[in-house]
Structures are given as structure tokens and as C-alpha cells.
């Protein structure tokens, strides 16, 4: 009974051998005939479909890593257009600020109504400037600073002895900053520069 049972496992071996090289030389034939005929063979077509296959997950990624960045930058500067037309009202409010006279803010005996309005006047700039830092828009004054046209807008010019040619020696309107993006360039006096 033994003896049956290896015949059976050799006979089922050789079976198995003889048809792997069948297959094998078949293969073989194929890709002979395909080369012959100039079709790829079905290997190469796989390491086709492969490549491709690879190309296009890397061009998805991509496409999804640029878009991620896009999102985050629109999300970020949403507020550019909404925030540049509040930077008037912030101006009018400092303007409004500068027109009471420095003795009569703090004189709440004489002036009361002033006082109170100054005072009113003033928290409500702070608050409307506090709202816009919460959001990315930060103001920037560049005071005795050397101009820069990228982040300046040059009103005037002035010739003073012993200030370096280009230096800013007055703001007239105050610059912003959107996330670290220029929003409104300061607008500034600077001392004048010879050609």
C-alpha cells in the first residue's frame, strides 16, 4: 500500500514538472511569436501597465499635496479684499484721534464730553485693531527705517542734512501686513535721494 501511495506522489511530481516546462516553452513560444509579429510580449506590457499605473498615483499625489496648498493659502487670504476696506475706518479713527487736542483728552473737568468721546473713540480703535491681529493683519510702521518700494509708497521727498539719502522720516499712513503679506504699503515722507 505504501509502495501505491509514493508511485502515486512521484507519477503526481512529474505530472507537475513536465507541465511547468510546458508551460515554460510555451511562454517562451509566445514571446518569440510576439516579437516576430511586433506585439510586446504580455511581460512587457505589464511593466507597462505598471509604469503607468505608478505615474499616475504620483501625478494624483501631487495634484493632492498642490491643492491642499491652495486651500490653505485661499482659507488664509480670504480676508484680503473684507480687511483692506476696514483699513480706511481704522484711518478715520486715528484721524479722528490726532483732530482733540493734547490738553483737552486727559482735562475730564473742563472738557467732559471731549474726554469721553476721545476715550470712546480710542476703544473702539483698539478693539477693531485687536479683531484684525486675531485674523492675520498686523500694522507696520517703518520709522527711520531705510525705504523699501515692495513695502513703502514714497508721498515725498525731503533734503535733511545728516540723514542717509532714503531713510523714511515720516508715516503718514500706517502699512499692513497679511500673514506676513504686504496688504498696504505704509505711506511715508523719506529723505531725498540724489541720482
Do not use: W
Not at 47 to 55: F, G, P, S, T
Not at 93 to 103: G, I, Q, Y
Not at 151 to 162: D, F, R, S
Amino acid at each position: 500500500m505504501n509502495e501505491v501511495k509514493v508511485y502515486r506522489v512521484t507519477r503526481a511530481l512529474e505530472t507537475k514538472s513536465t507541465s511547468t516546462d510546458q508551460a515554460t516553452a510555451a511562454s517562451e513560444g509566445e514571446a518569440k511569436k510576439a516579437e516576430a509579429t511586433g506585439k510586446p510580449s504580455a511581460e512587457k506590457q505589464l511593466a507597462e501597465l505598471k509604469d503607468h499605473y505608478l505615474r499616475c498615483l504620483a501625478d494624483m499625489e501631487n495634484l493632492r499635496q498642490r491643492t491642499k496648498v491652495e486651500v490653505e493659502k485661499s482659507s488664509k487670504f480670504a480676508i484680503h479684499k473684507f480687511a483692506k476696506e476696514l483699513l480706511d475706518t481704522v484711518d478715520i479713527l486715528s484721524m479722528a484721534l490726532n483732530a482733540v487736542p493734547e490738553d483737552h483728552r486727559a482735562d475730564s473737568a473742563n472738557h467732559a464730553h471731549l474726554s469721553n468721546l476721545y476715550d470712546g473713540v480710542n476703544m473702539t480703535q483698539s478693539e477693531l485693531l485687536k479683531t484684525l491681529k486675531r485674523h492675520g493683519v498686523e500694522p507696520f510702521s517703518p520709522m527711520d527705517e531705510a525705504f523699501d518700494p515692495n513695502k513703502h509708497q514714497a508721498m515725498y521727498q525731503v533734503t535733511i542734512p545728516g540723514k542717509a539719502p532714503g531713510t523714511v522720516i515720516s508715516v503718514e499712513k500706517s502699512g499692513y501686513l497679511l500673514h506676513g503679506r504686504v496688504m498696504r504699503p505704509a505711506q511715508v515722507g523719506i529723505t531725498k535721494i540724489e541720482n
